[in-house]
């Protein structure tokens, strides 16, 4: 039995993840924005599963949430899975809280929920403002920039298991009703990567669609811009990353 963090649990990919981890017997911790939001979870506390809340575009409550779930672990595995698609919160929630859950929750594997679109993403840093109170990037950027942060975390870390997923087009909130991919196999990679001993989930470093790996963007294994973009988060968080 494997225990994993599963952020941005409510609807969509994250609750079918941790939905699926509770089928197979793990030990989960699910994640709300909010109390209110909470109320989303109640079947799936009521199978066992334990619960934090924070808002991740705030600072201080990605903090507060970091301190919550450590208490509730040590983890074997963390998903990264919330995210936004677009307005202020977009680098907070999708680049800068990732580096921070990261940095404060250890876990022996990490798993970070990239998009295919971060192809289409630049991995500038220069121009972007870490807060979010100025429009400075897409969400193909800040996929990139996730997908980026998990090269540099299999560089840095040998020892823990650091890989990113597309979970595909699916149709959820986020995706809309025209998504063409299969809802039932966005969760998939993510939870195999997350629990397994097979041979092919233990590796770090990757970018994978569907259990398998695929080429990300060349700026993903430029060590330059790794350290680039852990200089730039650490800065900007006061949180650094250990060596």
Do not use: C
């Amino acid at each position: 039995m494997a225990r994993v963090f599963v952020t941005g649990s409510t609807q969509g990919i994250g609750r079918a993840t941790a939905a699926a981890l509770l089928d197979d017997d793990h030990d989960v911790v699910v994640h709300a924005r909010t109390d209110h939001r909470l109320a989303d979870l109640d079947d799936l506390l009521a199978r066992g599963a334990r619960s934090v809340v924070g808002d991740l575009a705030l600072p201080d409550q990605v903090r507060s949430l970091a301190e919550h779930a450590g208490d509730l672990g040590p983890f074997d595995a963390v998903i990264h899975n919330a995210g936004v698609l677009d307005g202020p919160a977009l680098l907070p929630v999708n680049v800068v809280a990732p580096y921070v859950l990261t940095a404060l929750v250890p876990a022996a594997r990490s798993i970070y929920l990239s998009s295919g679109m971060h192809r289409g993403g630049s991995a500038e840093l220069s121009r972007l403002d870490w807060t979010g109170n100025r429009r400075t990037a897409s969400y193909s950027d800040s996929k990139l920039l996730l997908t980026v942060l998990m090269a540099a975390v299999a560089r840095r870390w040998p020892d823990v298991l650091s890989n990113a997923v597309d979970p595909g087009w699916v149709p959820t909130r986020m995706g809309g009703p025209s998504a063409r991919d299969d809802l039932e196999l966005g969760h998939v990679t993510q939870s195999w990567l997350a629990t397994s001993e097979d041979p092919a989930a233990l590796v770090s470093g990757a970018y994978w669609f569907h259990q398998r790996i695929r080429d990300p963007h060349p700026a993903v294994h430029d060590e330059a811009t790794q350290d680039a973009l852990i200089a730039a988060l650490a800065k900007h968080t006061g949180v650094p990353l250990r060596e």
